[in-house]
Every structure is written in structure tokens, then in C-alpha cells.
């Protein structure tokens, strides 16, 4: 989209009366902390508009050159090549004046369960779980386990984790869904191809600064941890169940043998789940008339297909197939991430426009 020089100007200003308002020696902390803040996230802004407005005047000064000019010729073919750099910088500009997700930042809660396809299922929720930490590798993540519920044949029933590190959420938010699997389970003798699901939610990590909680708001349960056939993992009362009565909200912990451990690691996931359900309730009223390129971010909603027998992936939400399956798999999923991303700003930037 085209900004115009109206536009750059008011950027202009707006970063210089920021400025300004910042050399006042009678300014209280707090404000400059925040005119502080303000003038860093503007700072981008001004600099993609500055390199718009200077090739915008070097082509126009080159068109001024007149024909019978001795140095035309040279212009000529230097407007070219400034022209040729406008666009581009143009949709720079534009993307920097995009609303920004304030959890974009934020490190994420990642949760994947086993649906539809039994032992299967959580075998490729398995998958996904490693597929994931793979990618987190290769990004300079880290993934800290919260808690896990493994399959009868492996894999994972649920399986919960925090991943942290530079832009997270960013990445990962549409990951978001149903994961399809189609391939022949070990099991199967006839060698037919099965189908099964997973659900991911990939929620940002919200901070005690990001969602307040009242303690009278919550129910809070001790008892015994118990594994598979009921055997007593630990003989105290160290699993921690938590109950978010407003919302219904429940979050259950027991794999840390402390009390306090667990009841942390619940409260972290809790809050994560309140806030994103705060999101999704702003994202709803915001965008009730349309839906996004790339999914509305309904959990239910199938996203992506893993197909072993033809060794590819395909994502439904922006029709990209990728024959790349064990790759993907091994965390080679930054064409598949960067096609969505750039998709959904496709999208914000024809909203904007």
C-alpha cells in the first residue's frame, strides 16, 4: 500500500514532539518513562519513512532532469533502480504501521492432546511435542516440560510446555488447531492408512502483571499423585488442582513431588489460559465481521495435514503443501511459519488499506 507523504509527516512530527516533551527537565519519572517507551516503539516507524521519503525524492529528482540533458541517459537507468527499491520499502513502512500483538514478545504455553485415532493419536501428539522442540532448537529456545500424560503405547494423552526465547509467540501463535495424520500405524497388518488428530493451543505466557487473579476467585485442592492403575507416585499430598471459579477454568498438577512446585506450575498455566481467553474475547468483538487468511484460531478448527505415504505437509489455511515431511518433523519449519506469517499481514495490510 502506498503511504502518503501527509502520513510520513505526521510520523515526523509526532516523533519530534515526543523528543521534545522528553528535554523537559520539570517532566515527572513516570511520564518520561512512558514518552520513553512511546518514542523507542516509534523510532522504526520513522526510520522505514525517512528511507521511503529519500528514494521518493532522489526518483523525483531524476525525472526532473530534462532529455536534452547530457546525463538523462544515466538517470534514466539510476530511476530504474530507485523504483524498482520503492515498493518494497513502501510495504515496509506499511507493516510498521500495522497494529502490533503486544504478545508477539511473550514466551508461550504450548499444549498439545491426543484426539480422534486412540493410541495413534497420541503417538503423533508425540510427534508434534518433538517436532516443536526440534524447531525451538534451531531458533536458540527453550522448552521446559510442565506436565505430561503419556499414551499406553507411547506418545502423549496431553502434554504441556513452556517454551521461551526471542519472539515466541510470534512464531507459534498459528499453530493453533487440529493436526491431521494419515499414515499406517505399526500396528496394522492389513498396511492401511489411518487417519488421526491432534489438537495444539499455543496460548502467549501472561505474567502476574498481565492478568490479576484473586484468591477468593479460586478453589484449590491437594491430594495424592497417582499413576496409571492407581499406584501412589509419591506418598504425600503434593498434586495441586486449581479451579478458577468465574470462569470454570480447571488446571490440575502433579508431576513436581512439591507442593508449592506443582501449585506454581498450575497457576502458570492458569493465567496463560485466562489471558488468552481476555484475548480472545477483544480479538472476537474486533474482527466479528470478518475471518483471517490464516484461521480464526478456533482450537476445533483443522489446520494442517501430515502425510506420510506421499511425504507431505499441508497447510488448509493458505493451501501450501510442502513435500518435506521428515524435515518438517525434525524442526525444519521456518518456510511453513514465515508462509503464514506472511499471509496474515497480506491480510492486515488489505484490512489497513
Given at each position: 500500500?502506498?503511504?502518503?507523504?501527509?502520513?510520513?509527516?505526521?510520523?515526523?512530527?509526532?516523533?519530534?514532539?515526543?523528543?521534545?516533551?522528553?528535554?523537559?527537565?520539570?517532566?515527572?519519572?513516570?511520564?518520561?518513562?512512558?514518552?520513553?517507551?512511546?518514542?523507542?516503539?516509534?523510532?522504526?516507524?520513522?526510520?522505514?519513512?525517512?528511507?521511503?521519503?529519500?528514494?521518493?525524492?532522489?526518483a523525483?529528482?531524476?525525472?526532473?532532469?530534462?532529455?536534452?540533458?547530457?546525463?538523462?541517459?544515466?538517470?534514466?537507468?539510476?530511476?530504474?533502480?530507485?523504483?524498482?527499491?520503492?515498493?518494497?520499502?513502501?510495504r515496509?513502512?506499511?507493516?510498521?504501521?500495522?497494529?502490533?500483538d503486544?504478545?508477539?514478545?511473550?514466551?508461550?504455553?504450548?499444549?498439545?492432546r491426543?484426539?480422534?485415532?486412540?493410541?495413534?493419536?497420541?503417538?503423533?501428539?508425540?510427534?508434534?511435542y518433538r517436532?516443536?522442540?526440534?524447531?525451538a532448537?534451531?531458533?536458540?529456545?527453550?522448552?521446559?516440560?510442565?506436565?505430561?500424560?503419556?499414551?499406553?503405547?507411547?506418545?502423549?494423552?496431553?502434554?504441556?510446555?513452556?517454551?521461551t526465547?526471542?519472539?515466541v509467540?510470534?512464531?507459534l501463535?498459528?499453530?493453533?488447531?487440529?493436526h491431521?495424520?494419515?499414515?499406517?500405524p505399526?500396528?496394522?497388518?492389513?498396511?492401511?492408512?489411518?487417519?488421526?488428530?491432534?489438537?495444539?493451543?499455543?496460548?502467549?505466557?501472561?505474567?502476574?502483571?498481565?492478568?490479576?487473579?484473586?484468591?477468593?476467585?479460586?478453589?484449590?485442592?491437594?491430594?495424592?499423585?497417582?499413576?496409571?492403575?492407581?499406584q501412589?507416585?509419591?506418598?504425600?499430598?503434593?498434586?495441586?488442582?486449581?479451579?478458577?471459579?468465574?470462569?470454570?477454568?480447571m488446571?490440575?498438577?502433579?508431576?513436581e513431588?512439591?507442593?508449592?512446585?506443582?501449585?506454581a506450575?498450575?497457576?502458570?498455566?492458569?493465567r496463560?489460559?485466562?489471558?488468552?481467553?481476555?484475548?480472545?474475547?477483544?480479538?472476537?468483538?474486533?474482527?466479528?465481521?470478518?475471518?483471517?487468511?490464516?484461521?480464526?484460531?478456533?482450537?476445533?478448527?483443522?489446520?494442517r495435514?501430515?502425510?506420510f505415504?506421499?511425504?507431505?505437509?499441508t497447510?488448509?489455511?493458505?493451501?501450501?503443501?510442502?513435500?518435506?515431511?521428515?524435515?518438517?518433523?525434525?524442526?525444519?519449519?521456518?518456510?511453513?511459519v514465515?508462509?503464514?506469517?506472511a499471509?496474515?499481514e497480506?491480510?492486515?495490510?488489505?484490512e489497513?488499506?
Amino acid at each position: 500500500m502506498i503511504i502518503s507523504p501527509e502520513r510520513i509527516a505526521q510520523i515526523e512530527r509526532r516523533h519530534a514532539d515526543l523528543a521534545a516533551q522528553m528535554g523537559n527537565p520539570a517532566l515527572a519519572a513516570d511520564k518520561f518513562v512512558q514518552l520513553s517507551k512511546d518514542y523507542a516503539e516509534l523510532t522504526p516507524v520513522v526510520e522505514a519513512a525517512a528511507r521511503v521519503k529519500a528514494l521518493r525524492d532522489e526518483a523525483e529528482s531524476l525525472r526532473a532532469i530534462p532529455a536534452d540533458d547530457e546525463m538523462h541517459g544515466l538517470a534514466q537507468d539510476e530511476l530504474g533502480e530507485i523504483e524498482a527499491q520503492i515498493p518494497a520499502a513502501e510495504r515496509a513502512l506499511a507493516l510498521r504501521l500495522l497494529p502490533t500483538d503486544k504478545a508477539d514478545a511473550k514466551p508461550a504455553m504450548l499444549e498439545i492432546r491426543a484426539g480422534t485415532g486412540g493410541d495413534e493419536a497420541a503417538l503423533f501428539a508425540g510427534d508434534l511435542y518433538r517436532m516443536y522442540e526440534r524447531y525451538a532448537a534451531t531458533r536458540g529456545w527453550r522448552v521446559e516440560l510442565v506436565s505430561a500424560s503419556p499414551g499406553e503405547m507411547g506418545g502423549f494423552k496431553e502434554i504441556i510446555a513452556s517454551v521461551t526465547g526471542d519472539s515466541v509467540f510470534a512464531r507459534l501463535k498459528f499453530e493453533s488447531g487440529v493436526h491431521r495424520v494419515q499414515r499406517v500405524p505399526a500396528t496394522e497388518t492389513q498396511g492401511r492408512i489411518h487417519t488421526s488428530a491432534a489438537t495444539v493451543a499455543v496460548l502467549p505466557e501472561a505474567e502476574e502483571v498481565d492478568i490479576q487473579i484473586d484468591d477468593k476467585d479460586l478453589r484449590i485442592d491437594i491430594f495424592r499423585s497417582s499413576g496409571p492403575g492407581g499406584q501412589s507416585v509419591n506418598t504425600t499430598d503434593s498434586a495441586v488442582r486449581i479451579v478458577h471459579i468465574p470462569t470454570g477454568l480447571m488446571v490440575q498438577q502433579q508431576d513436581e513431588k512439591s507442593q508449592h512446585k506443582n501449585k506454581a506450575k498450575a497457576m502458570k498455566v492458569l493465567r496463560s489460559r485466562l489471558y488468552d481467553l481476555e484475548r480472545s474475547k477483544v480479538d472476537q468483538a474486533r474482527s466479528a465481521d470478518r475471518k483471517a487468511m490464516v484461521g480464526s484460531g478456533d482450537r476445533s478448527e483443522r489446520i494442517r495435514t501430515y502425510n506420510f505415504p506421499q511425504g507431505r505437509v499441508t497447510d488448509h489455511r493458505i493451501n501450501l503443501t510442502l513435500h518435506r515431511l521428515p524435515e518438517i518433523l525434525e524442526g525444519a519449519m521456518d518456510e511453513l511459519v514465515s508462509a503464514l506469517i506472511a499471509e496474515d499481514e497480506a491480510a492486515r495490510l488489505a484490512e489497513l488499506g
